[in-house]
Structure formats: structure tokens, C-alpha cells
């Protein structure tokens, strides 16, 4: 199963080292020194690390081959993939890789069905669940456990908790756009951010 771990930033000096945007609760399992790495474009890869180290608290990379500054610049916005075992687990058992919670049915404390997740955004703040709801709107769940109260693999679910207001307002922004009311029983968005959704 392919993951993303990272994308590339701009070079750093001029001798081939990147930034990169960190994309994945395990960098020294990802990114470390000898990992090689498919990309997003094709073409551009694959990539294998040769040094990293944190700089002004941010994570830079050398590849093989890169030695100069224009090298390095040609990589940037280029997407870093690693190739990871399905059945593998984060060592934390609070976290999850993304391939976990895709699919997951979305319900609150008092069991309202939210919707499911499609997707999940790798934010520089928080992670959001991307939430297609039975009308097919979709509604966005920062994952961060004040919210998401309990992430049940067996069960395939996501139970959330969300702020009084929440779904209401998302239900009236959602009726707004698809220029039609919105059903009583359609009200039913969460917002859960947690920081803790694994290798994208």
C-alpha cells in the first residue's frame, strides 16, 4: 500500500538539499537515510534519502544524485510516497494510518448518523476528516479527540462529540448552497481534528 509521507519544498543552500512539508506522525521510519521513495509525478522519482537533518525546526533532505541548487529546485512540490505493509500499525495506539479510517461511518455520542469518511487533509494545524453525508454534501471534522471521542476499527466506526451549534450551522451553509431546506434528520455534520491520522 502506497502512502504519502512528504512533499518537497524549496531548496536549501546549494548543495542539493530540500525542505520538506512532513506528512507522516513517523519521519525516522519515513524519511530516514536510505529510504527510497516513489513520487508524484512518476517521472520525478523514484527518490532515495541520503542525509536528513532538522534545521530552524524543519525537516531537510538530500537525495542521491541531487548535488546543486538547481536540482534540488526542480524537485519542489513534489509528493514523496512510501510503500508501506496494510496490515502494518502505527506504534502508538492512539494514531492511525489513513487507510484505516477511510470508509469509517461517522456517528455521534447519541448514534445520529453523520455520513462517512472520503477523505482525509493533512493540514499544518490539524487533520480533517473529509465527510460525505447521506444527502452527498460533504462536511469537514477537525480530528482531535475533544471531537472524535473513539475510533472503533472493529466496528468501523468514528463516534464524534460535536460543540453545541456545529452540525445546525454546517446543515444551514449546506441547505444555503443546494438552494433547498435541509431535512430534520439531515443535520448531522461533526467536526473532529486530532492530529494523529498517520502517513497520508
Do not use: C, W
Not at 476528516?129 to 471534522?141: A, C, K, L, T
Not at 464524534?160 to 450551522?169: E, K, Q, T, V
Request: net charge negative; hydrophobic share 35%.
Amino acid at each position: 500500500m502506497q502512502l504519502v509521507v512528504a512533499r518537497i519544498g524549496r531548496a536549501h543552500g546549494i548543495k542539493g538539499e530540500v525542505t520538506v512539508e512532513v506528512r507522516t506522525d513517523e519521519p525516522e521510519l519515513r524519511l530516514g537515510p536510505g529510504a527510497v521513495l516513489a513520487t508524484d509525478p512518476a517521472s520525478t522519482g523514484p527518490l532515495t534519502i541520503e542525509t536528513g537533518r532538522v534545521h530552524s525546526g524543519r525537516l531537510l533532505l538530500r537525495f542521491e544524485g541531487v548535488r546543486d541548487r538547481t536540482a534540488a529546485e526542480a524537485l519542489r512540490n513534489t509528493i514523496l510516497i512510501a510503500e508501506v505493509d496494510p496490515d502494518e500499525l502505527p506504534e502508538d495506539e492512539d494514531e492511525f494510518y489513513d487507510h484505516q479510517l477511510m470508509d469509517l461511518d461517522v456517528v455521534t455520542t447519541d448514534g445520529v448518523e453523520v455520513g462517512r469518511i472520503t477523505e482525509i487533509s493533512h493540514l499544518p494545524s490539524q487533520d480533517l476528516f473529509i465527510v460525505e453525508r447521506p444527502d452527498g454534501s460533504e462536511v469537514m471534522i477537525p480530528f482531535v479527540e475533544e471531537i472524535v471521542t473513539e475510533i472503533d476499527l472493529e466496528e468501523q466506526r468514528a463516534i464524534i462529540d460535536p460543540p453545541p451549534g456545529l452540525i445546525d450551522d454546517r446543515a444551514e451553509i449546506v441547505s444555503t448552497r443546494d438552494d433547498g431546506p435541509a431535512e430534520n434528520g439531515e443535520a448531522d455534520d461533526g467536526k473532529a481534528e486530532n492530529g494523529k491520522a498517520g502517513d497520508s
